[in-house]
């Protein structure tokens, strides 16, 4: 795994084995930093032409639901039409968190919820890109 991007919410890791991103979210998360943080992996997703994100939100600690309806409405619409086919979910044990990733989920077959990484990780490279 390649460090690409680090902040003090988000640390992005790129797979060239496996073509992934793997997001792993750390801590409290403002409607600021998930927008700024969702221009940052469109970005790094469109650069290395990939179709699969493994979105880990294990760390994060506490609700987000500002930036929940963002998430389902702009930002999944963007990402798919970017060529997003698969995206992994790992939800926070925390419950607010939970319910913020809940609402964020688009109506697509490209989200798959999870409550491990390692469920998470063996689907994603089950599925073809």
């Not at 990939?50 to 939100?57: E, F």
């Not at 995206?87 to 999870?114: D, R, T």
Request: charged share 20%; with cysteine; proline share 5%.
């Amino acid at each position: 795994m390649e460090s690409i991007f680090k902040a003090p919410n988000l640390e992005i890791t790129y797979d060239p084995v496996n073509r992934f991103i793997y997001c792993n979210w750390i801590g409290f998360q403002s409607k600021e930093m998930i927008i700024d943080s969702g221009s940052i992996i469109h970005k790094l997703f469109k650069e290395r032409n990939i179709t699969k994100v493994l979105n880990d939100n294990t760390l994060v600690t506490g609700p987000w639901q500002e930036a929940a309806e963002w998430t389902a409405t702009i930002w999944f619409p963007t990402m798919i039409a970017a060529g997003l086919k698969h995206f992994a979910w790992i939800f926070s044990p925390n419950i607010f968190a939970e319910l913020s990733a809940v609402k964020a989920m688009p109506m697509s077959s490209v989200v798959k919820p999870f409550s491990s990484y390692r469920e998470a990780y063996v689907w994603l490279l089950e599925q073809e890109e």
